[in-house]
């Protein structure tokens, strides 16, 4: 009874000793930046940034390979934060949402589809369940990635809060259609379908996908919109949201976010000053 | 000397941690991503498992063992059996502590010497204080010499042992880095792309290592 525990406590003590005698020789000094950084930035380890986790950032930003607007969520004010500790200006960061590259709501089901129920999994039986291929599944995948909570799915269908994203990208990677995408605040016009089917395909599932009519095309003063492949593509450079296309275009596929983000309060754009 | 090359050939290829008995096999899918790091991975294997074969030998011998150089036998003996000194049901816990603070010791090195390496290690050096192969060398060593009456010879082959299993540890979770860095370059349907390919390529190597099997011992 007594032996076990006399050769353990013996020789935990002994590697205990042993362990602080080389604690002692083998000392690295670390940056102590490293940690004032870290703590300035948000912590979800989202890896927005593509490095592992906001240490890795922190490490990166004092070894000067990252830059201190580095960080997507954290946006302006962890931008300025982090440019205060390593004592450099922050250049202008451009705020960014997700758009969901979709609005098919009531695309009508192929098949029952009985298995796992993430789009994820959906997906890989014949493209998922419903009618239309490129659309939303709705199961939630990008709604369960969000670590920030701006993904909500409502009546089976993604919203994205655009007051809440901070364009981390997780969604991005999430869904399996590759619907999301990140669009600078400004942006207000976008075009909500992927589906590169023949018009008379797409009218035949959803009511609102791009039909490649070419209304927009011809109405466009600024030669911003284009249709490739049977959809409407924009040129983000030339688009000046003047939202004459969103009037023209006969399925709604192209939507206009001015309204909503007046609402949210996140248009216009606050002029980000440098310093 | 033909036994030692014999148990060297052996521990490294024909029973093969990896390969042969499914031992260690985290750090092997984990690492095994870029040559360089596996490399790494693999000189740090050898190194622990050589630390703590030695090690955990050291401390089964005078601490654990009923022998007749028992620390507290010799101290404590009297007249005694050596049979009353018999803690080898301690082996599995002592073996962890030691591994466990060898790692410690190697982590606190690779920081101050070579942290490129410590930095692509990352994660992985600690987990290998969790690596079963290190942990299943040591027992795997207490039960193949820890009888062996020398002492010079037990702890040759002890040291020995834990050495190739390093070795054959480096030898397939290189080949597997290789093959790994050729599959990047492959077009694998998105079913199997990454972990699942990497499993059926562990597979086939594992495979491909039981023709050793029968050779030696």
Known sequence: MIAPVIILGFL??????????????????????????????????????????????AKAIVHGSAEVTACIPGGERVAHLVADIMGVEAKVVEKKVAILRCQGREVADRFIYEGILTCQAASL????????????????????????????????????????????????????????????????????????????????????GCIACRRCEAVCEFDAVRIENNLAVFDYEKCTSCGMCVKECPTGTIMDYRQSRKDLGLWPVKAVTGD | MRSYILLFISIALVNNFILAKFLGLCPFIGVSKRRKQAVGMGLAVIFVMTMASAASWAVYRFLLAPTGHNIFY??????????????????????????????????????????????????????????????????????????????AESFAKTVLQGFGGGVGFLIVIFLMSGIRERLDQMEVPPALRGAPMAFICAGLMALAFMGFAGMGQ
Do not use: W
């Open chain 1, 12 to 57: 935990g003590l002994l590697f205990g000793v042993g362990l602080y005698i080389a604690s002692r020789v083998f000392r690295v000094s670390v940056d102590t930046r490293i940690e004032r950084v870290e703590r300035a930035l948000p912590g979800s380890n989202c890896g927005a940034c593509g490095l592992a986790g906001c240490h890795g950032l």
């Open chain 1, 125 to 208: 039986v014949h493209g998922g369940p419903k009618e239309c291929r490129f659309g939303c599944i709705g199961f939630g995948d990008c709604a369960r990635a969000c670590p920030f909570d701006a993904l909500h799915m409502v009546n089976g269908f993604p919203e994205v809060d655009e007051g809440r994203c901070v364009s981390c990208g997780k969604c991005v990677a999430a869904c399996p259609k590759g619907l999301f995408e990140l669009v600078t605040l400004s942006k207000l016009v976008h075009v909500r379908c992927v589906s590169t089917d023949a018009g008379k395909a797409v009218r035949k599932v959803c009511r609102v």
């Open chain 2, 74 to 151: 010799v101290l404590l003996g009297d007249g005694r059996p050596v049979s009353d000194f018999d803690f080898t049901f301690l082996n599995t816990i002592v073996f962890i502590l030691v591994i466990a603070v060898l790692v410690q010791l190697v982590e606190m090195f690779l920081m101050k010497v070579i942290p490129p390496l410590y930095e692509s290690l990352g994660i992985y050096l600690p987990l290998i204080t969790t690596n079963c192969a290190v942990l299943g060398v040591a027992l795997l060593n207490i039960k193949d010499f820890g009888a062996v009456h020398g002492l």
